[in-house]
Each structure stands twice: as C-alpha cells, then as structure tokens.
C-alpha cells in the first residue's frame, strides 16, 4: 500500500490511533472553526479597511470564548451543556427583559414565561459566586 500524502512520521503509527487522535481532532476543530463563523458572524468581514475586518474578527473570537466559558461554568449540568455557541446566544442571551439601574444595583426583570428562566438564573448564580 502506498503511503502518498502522509509524512514519514505517520507510517509507524497504527491506522486506529491515527484516525482517533488526528483525523477526528482536525475535525472537530473544522467544527469549532465553523461554528465560530456562522453562529458568533466571524466571516463578516465586509468593511473596507483591514483594522476594521481584524477588530470584528477579534470581538467575534473573544465571544466565542467568553460563550465556551459560559457553556463549560455556568451551564454544565443543563439542557445547554452542549448547545452550540449559536442555540445559547438565541435561547439564553437574547431574551427580552426590563433593565431598571440605580446607583447600587441592577435589576434585571424578565417575563414570567420565559422557557429558560430556571437556567439563567442558575447561570447567574453560578457566574456571581464562582461555584463551579
């Protein structure tokens, strides 16, 4: 069998360790690359200076950590656990609320029906104390 398209350094290692550890890894990150793009918009790179198409770049990369974060601390252990970036900025961080602020505190009033507001606030909680 001819090993074309493979370096050197990948003929001693057995087929299965190489499609568990390598070619499934590569995938998994085209997956998290392409979640990046379509769900959090880091294609958009549409404006007419470089600076400005690397700072949207940026603001969309550090989204999808702070989502991850959120994801890995304060919604582990719920229905979101393993949603994509996507599912959790339009199920959880895009709900409809009144935001009252005074000097002291802000307070956050949601709509008595929201689907999830058992896992915002658990996500809040989680986020406030750092109980993880």
């Not at 470089?50 to 601390?73: E, F, G, H, K, P």
């Not at 929201?114 to 909680?125: D, E, K, M, W, Y």
Request: proline share 1%; glycine share 6%; aromatic share 6%.
């Amino acid at each position: 069998m001819a090993l074309r398209g493979f370096s050197k350094s990948f003929a001693t290692v057995e087929a299965q360790e190489l499609y568990e550890k390598i070619y499934c890894a590569r995938g998994e990150m085209e997956n998290r690359i392409k979640e990046c793009q379509l769900d959090l918009f880091a294609d958009r790179t549409s404006a007419a200076s470089l600076r400005a198409n690397q700072l949207r770049l940026w603001l969309a990369s550090l989204a999808y950590v702070l989502v991850t974060a959120l994801r890995r601390i304060a919604l582990a252990g719920t229905e979101l656990a393993h949603a994509t970036a996507g599912t959790i900025r339009l199920k959880l961080l895009k709900l409809g609320a009144q935001v009252t602020s005074s000097v002291r505190r802000i307070k956050i009033a949601m709509a008595s029906a929201c689907p999830l507001n058992g896992v915002f606030v658990n996500a809040h909680r989680l986020l406030c104390t750092g109980d993880a």
